[in-house]
């Protein structure tokens, strides 16, 4: 699996198989089509394409062809940007795992420099608008991710020594809200054609305030919605930090996700362009966004606001959440943040997890976390230390005893949250010093053996490290 989710996806968008419409993704596994009916999924790993190529006179289709000589025709925007694209991950497949077959789609083109494809070695993330990706540095897990795979490279480098060029590295100002606001008034000129039929693409303005085009913005990035071709709304998260290490993480989330299916339904899965969209202050770069689904819902703490006289609902939501870490953790998964923004209560009362920027997946294992999450969800003692599969125990008992005790004494929400959107109602400040704290005095004044139990488990925690194993998300549904 660790060797597996290393790899990243190369390209992605909406296609057509058969009449069949979905999403065809292209990664350093293989190529991926998920229809959109909900149909099984049709998966080609790499090693056995055996042919890549543009067929049809009048409608051109991505033709692939398999081992055993299946052909398999797809309708996909950008033709031959596919074509060279899937090639190219054949020949790093090929590369990286020493293996030259005789029966390869790439058996008849010379290996030669190519601006858009850039040496293992590079670090690139961002590059001139125009340009197509950087998939072997992305595919080595390297670009810029602190994730190193000294091996892979050294295989690639000996088995191609090839003189690339690489595109220059954008070391300038990152844009702001304001930038990417100005882009999605000009959505289809902004938009890279790697995200799909961008030209019939629609921005939609933020319903709650007209005349933004931006739904909310937080730390990292800002979220817009836009309607696809396919009919269906999308999120499109811009990075408005340079933090190069935050955005390449995300196309080995991404890859790990898209690994698990959906056996875990709190995810949403997401596609990561590294080269998405422009702005019309710096209009020769290209920089990352994230598109996922779009979460109709509302967030945790509008949830708690608008159920507060429903205690069953809040209490309910609580359980849900604690199984919903224990599921993660389960395989390998911590969210890093889990906060009242960053989860969301769909409109069919489904919890469902944004935001991963701070994410642990086991490909981080032994890496430093690079963020720290909204410290009053979090262990006081949370450094880039603590980072493995338990991060999320110490915040699901803060949310767990939180939405217990506001279910069973619904004044503790006014009392103690007072309209604070970045809290329940417990803060840092109560875990640092828990002796003076109203909040855990209110709270231990309930009758209740389970928020007793669990404010118990609170206390004890704070003396324990952040990992503490005593907290098993599990156990905290009642
Ligand atoms: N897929 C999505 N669908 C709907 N709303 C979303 C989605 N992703 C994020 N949001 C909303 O946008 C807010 C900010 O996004 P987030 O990814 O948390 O950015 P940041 O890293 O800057 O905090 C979230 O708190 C949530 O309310
Ligand atoms: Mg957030």
């Not at 000589?69 to 060279?84: K, N, Y």
């Not at 949250?417 to 005095?441: M, Q, T, V």
């Amino acid at each position: 699996m660790a060797q597996r989710s290393r790899y990243s996806i190369f390209k992605g968008t909406s296609a057509s198989t058969s009449g069949n419409r979905g999403t065809l993704v292209l990664s350093a596994n293989g190529i991926l089509f998920t229809p959109d009916n909900g149909d099984k999924q049709l998966f080609l790993p790499l090693e056995k394409i055996s042919a890549v190529s543009i067929e049809g006179k009048l409608l051109k289709r991505l033709c692939i062809v398999d081992n055993s000589g299946r052909r398999i025709l797809f309708s996909v925007p950008d033709l031959e940007d596919w074509r060279q694209t899937t090639e190219m991950a054949i020949r790093i497949y090929e590369a990286l795992s020493g293996n030259m077959p005789q029966n390869s789609a790439t058996n008849n083109i010379p290996i030669q420099p190519q601006a858009k494809h850039n040496p293992v070695s590079q670090s690139l993330t961002t590059s001139p608008a125009g340009s197509t990706g950087n998939p072997i540095a992305m595919a080595s897990g390297r670009a810029g991710t602190g994730v190193s795979t000294p091996n892979l490279q050294a295989t690639a480098r000996k088995s191609h020594p090839i003189n690339r060029t690489p595109p220059p590295v954008y070391n300038g100002q990152w844009p702001s809200g304001q930038d990417y606001e100005q882009s999605f008034q000009t959505l289809k000129l902004s938009l890279n054609q790697s995200l799909g039929q961008v030209d019939r693409w629609e921005a939609i303005r933020n319903q709650k305030n007209p005349s933004w085009y931006v739904y909310a913005s937080g730390n990292y990035g800002s979220i817009y919605k836009v309607k696809a071709d396919d009919g269906k709304y999308y999120a499109i998260k811009c990075f408005t930090k340079k933090s190069l290490t935050i955005n390449q993480r995300y196309s080995l989330i991404s890859d790990f996700l898209l690994n698990l299916g959906s056996s875990i339904p709190y995810l949403i899965h997401f596609s990561y362009f590294p080269e998405g969209i422009k702005t019309r202050k710096i209009p020769d770069v290209y920089f990352p966004v994230l598109k996922m689904e779009w979460i109709d819902g509302v967030t945790l703490n509008q949830y708690i606001s608008t159920h507060i006289d429903d205690s069953r609902a809040i209490r309910s939501l609580g359980n849900r959440i604690a199984d919903a870490v224990a599921k993660l953790q389960a395989v390998g998964i911590a969210h890093g943040d889990l906060s009242g923004d960053n989860i969301i209560i769909d409109n069919k009362g489904n919890v469902r997890f944004v935001d991963y920027d701070g994410m642990y997946i086991p490909d981080f294992k032994g890496q430093k976390a690079t963020e720290l999450g909204h410290a009053d969800f979090q262990h006081p003692a949370r450094n880039a230390d603590t980072y493995s599969e338990r991060l999320d125990s110490f915040s699901a008992l803060v949310i767990q005893l939180s939405l217990q005790s506001i279910g069973l004494k619904p004044d503790l929400w006014k009392k103690f949250n007072g309209n604070d959107p970045d809290c329940l109602i417990l803060r840092k400040s109560d875990f640092l010093r828990p002796n003076e704290s109203e909040a855990i005095d209110a709270i231990g004044k309930i009758r209740s053996k389970h928020t007793r139990k669990l404010l118990d488990l609170l206390i004890q925690s704070l003396s324990r490290g952040p990992l503490w194993d005593g907290i098993d998300p599990a156990s905290l549904v009642i």
